[in-house]
């Protein structure tokens, strides 16, 4: 017995050798490798949200509208043109008929039902099909007044733009910005608000006193920015919901260039003594100033880090004007800008990993951004004038404006506000009934 | 002489056991096992040559080993492009002519559940129209699709199997080869060069460079008829690459790996996609997101079926596929 047990050992390990010495694998699966694939927009068919009356049938087609052209106009997606459906989805379709859908090209589907309810108002239900795959990918449904269906339609493009990106949306968001009119000496300035799309445009203040730089609170329910309101610029918070003004902290001087901190407790500015500025944090609830900087220098436009640990801001303290990070109690500041040309306007994204900046090298602006260690700097777009940027709120396309001159001595032209995809492609008007500039985005409404 | 020790021990030990007490057995056996392991081992490496000089260095060349078919398809343009409806799309090479074909009876992975979020769905689903999708989940691999899709193909200008393409090869090299060697006047020399240096732009399929895309491992041994060749696929990847819609510009994009496992059937449609990391796919949305978009990959109808050589099923009847963006970002 213990006899066959050697041999078994000994013929184990024979076979053992043997495997070894063949080296052929027991069992190999093909792999492949797949490094590269389209970049392109993904095919999305969006047909009408059905529903029974008329009213809903038109809120239905309304909202697939809204849904589609903020989907088309993030450069992500491709909403096939409706002409092309085969299948006319409605409200008695629980599952779509895939195949009608696959012979058009469409990745993805959404379809939907609109209903007025008894008190008036109404249910939107949606589902995002991945054509496919033959799956539901997501659905919800929401009830709002009537007034509210745009926002709705954003929720919705929102929650199809995070399912299939991975990304959060930015769609359900606000614009505040400086609407110009009037001639060049005359300049009227007034702060207007507008939904992401450039809908629900209204006008915030009434353009007797000239407003810049206006900035959201992270609640996106207050904007603080700059007012010659009493003459001299000072620093104002503005509140959406009630309308009213106030001025922020009780400064000797000229304030200017003002930001709330993520939390929302705290505004930071710049204020101008004796020629030189510096940055100094007031608590809104104390309405106690504190000191950051302390140069004989130009210390302006600082914005924190998205986890309110840090502010970057630009200085001239270096002889020329660059980017600067330090702690948001202030202490020294590390320069981070090295390229050629002076830096402006740094924007920490919301996600953290880049700030956006002006650049101005050589007679041109740039917008840009790069590393808060100051490494990969990219310059996305450039013009006679683009200046100031801002960041959608998943940190995935910056806003600004843009003015070409309109004669060949560089004079006239108009300020316009413009978007940009963070790849530096998919560059779009917003439009705005008015020129505009200095625009500021709002976090997610939610 | 280390032979010598181990048998000795080999004949000693098959001896001993049986009128020795049992305490002894257990430190027997494990000589045992360790001299033939000693002896195993001398098997697989050899003898060590300890006076024989090292053999002279040659220069060390690497060669990759694989299997080249006699012409890469994978990125030769089509010559005469006889396709139905020439699609706006990319005009890749020898694309898989698969023109939306309304019938491809895609196996359905699973009815979808119609309510997975608040949405309800109180109507019973509709029983289906006809609608051309077969519902049986695992569908026997049937013959049916099998022989009429190979030679519709081969209608389609696409070299699968057949040699009859070396002839271009066979023409390029000699041409160079004869320029050069001309001995002919100064003239004909200049004459030449400069032809040569503007022929072979026309004719030379642009390759890639075939990257050593084959892993070794993924060659299994077996008779060389049946391995599967760089060229083939790289075919495969090329047309998988054009059903690959990639989530662009997401944050770390360029490190996210998605592992697909493939289950194809042997028309060459895939049955059946499963992400293998399904623990990443529930908590990270950057990874839902890429890894769905490799699955959909799969149903897209470019690659439906997958472009594989049909004789060789049992190599690629189970896929792995790596997709990874970092060629692109």
């Not at chain 1, 017995?1 to 694998?25: D, E």
């Not at chain 2, 078919?69 to 090479?93: C, G, S």
């Amino acid at each position: 017995m213990k006899k066959n047990r050697l041999i078994l050992a000994g013929a184990l390990i024979a076979a053992l050798a043997s495997q070894l010495h063949a080296g052929a694998p027991a069992r190999a699966e093909l792999r492949i490798d797949i490094t590269r694939g389209k970049i392109e927009p993904v095919p999305i068919a969006i047909p009408a949200l059905a529903g029974g009356a008329a009213n809903e049938s038109q809120a239905g087609q309304d909202l697939a509208g809204v849904v589609s052209a903020d989907l088309e106009r993030s450069g992500l997606f491709r909403p096939l043109d409706p002409r092309s459906f085969i299948q006319n989805v409605s409200v008695a379709d629980v599952q779509p008929r895939f195949g009608d859908w696959r012979q058009i090209n469409a990745q993805a589907l959404v379809t939907g039902t609109v209903k007025t309810q008894g008190d008036g108002r109404l249910r939107v239900e949606f589902r995002l099909w991945d054509v496919f795959a033959e799956q539901q990918l997501s659905g919800y449904g929401y009830t709002t007044t009537q007034q509210n269906w745009r926002r709705i339609a954003h929720i919705v493009a929102d929650e199809i733009y995070k399912r299939i990106t991975g990304e959060e949306g930015y769609f359900d968001s606000r614009i505040v910005y400086v609407s110009e009119s009037g001639p060049p000496d005359k300049r009227v300035k007034r702060l207007a608000l507008m939904d992401q799309d450039g809908a629900n445009n209204r006008y915030l203040t009434d353009g007797r006193s000239l407003v810049l730089t206006p900035r959201f609170s992270p609640t996106a329910q207050e904007i603080t920015y700059l007012s010659y309101a009493k003459g001299s610029p000072r620093v104002y918070l503005f509140n959406i919901d009630t309308g009213q003004q106030e001025v922020v902290g009780d400064f000797p001087g000229m304030t200017f260039a003002p930001r709330f901190s993520p939390d929302g407790n705290r505004v930071v500015l710049s204020r101008a003594e004796n020629g030189v500025s510096n940055l100094f944090a007031l608590d809104l609830r104390t309405r106690r100033p504190t000191r950051l900087t302390d140069s004989q220098a130009i210390d302006t436009s600082p914005s924190f880090a998205p986890d309110g640990s840090k502010i970057v801001f630009n200085s001239d303290r270096g002889g020329s004007q660059q980017l600067y990070v330090m702690s948001a109690d202030g202490g020294e500041a590390k320069r981070i800008s090295f390229g050629s040309g002076k830096y402006g306007t740094p924007v920490w994204s919301p996600r953290g990993d880049l700030i956006a900046f002006t650049k101005i090298d050589g007679g041109s602006f740039f917008i840009g951004v790069m590393r808060p260690d100051g490494s990969g700097e990219r310059l996305l777009t450039r013009d006679f004038l683009v200046e100031g940027p801002t960041w959608a709120p998943n940190g995935r396309v910056l806003m600004y404006f843009r003015q070409s001159p309109s004669d060949s001595r560089g004079h006239g032209g108009s300020p316009r506000l413009y978007s940009i995809d963070l790849t530096g492609s998919n560059q779009r008007e917003v439009t705005t009934p008015m020129d505009a500039s200095d625009p500021a985005w709002s976090p997610l409404l939610r | 002489m280390s032979v010598a020790t181990a048998v000795s021990g080999l004949t000693e030990e098959t001896v001993a056991p049986d009128e020795m007490p049992d305490a002894v057995a257990p430190r027997g056996i494990a000589l045992s096992v360790a001299l033939h392991l000693v002896l195993g081992s001398l098997f697989i490496f050899g003898l060590p040559r300890l006076f024989t000089p090292p053999p002279p260095e040659d220069m060390p060349v690497a060669v990759e080993l694989v299997t080249i078919a006699p012409e890469t398809r994978a990125t030769r343009p089509n010559p005469n492009p006889p396709r139905p409806d020439a699609k706006p799309e990319v005009p890749t090479a020898d694309a898989p002519v698969t023109k939306p074909e309304p019938e491809p009876p895609v196996p359905t992975p699973v009815p979808p559940p119609s309510a997975e979020a608040p949405p309800p769905a109180p109507e019973p689903p509709r029983p289906p129209e006809p609608k051309p999708t077969p519902p049986p989940l695992l569908k026997p691999p049937e013959p049916k699709p099998e022989p009429p899709k190979p030679s519709e193909k081969a209608e389609a200008p696409r070299p699968r199997e057949k040699p009859e393409p070396p002839q271009q090869m066979a023409k390029n090299e000699p041409k160079g080869e004869q320029k050069k060697y001309d001995p002919g006047q100064f003239e004909t020399l200049l004459k030449n060069l400069a032809m040569q240096s503007t022929a072979p732009s026309p004719d030379p399929p642009p390759q890639r460079p075939r990257v050593a895309s084959a892993r070794p491992s993924s060659q299994p041994r077996a008779p060389l008829g049946s391995q599967i060749t760089a060229s083939e696929v790289d075919l495969v990847r090329q047309q998988i690459t054009r059903c690959w819609n990639v989530p662009a510009g997401a944050r770390d994009a360029k490190d996210l790996v998605v592992e697909v496992r493939v289950a194809v059937d042997p028309d060459g449609t895939v049955r059946q996609a499963t992400i293998v990391d399904q623990g990443r796919l529930s908590s990270d949305p950057f990874y839902r997101a890429a890894a769905e978009s490799a699955r959909r990959a799969f149903f897209n109808p470019l690659c439906r079926p997958l472009h594989l050589p049909p004789d060789k099923y049992a190599i690629w009847k189970d896929l792995v596929v790596d997709f990874s963006p970092k060629d692109i970002l």
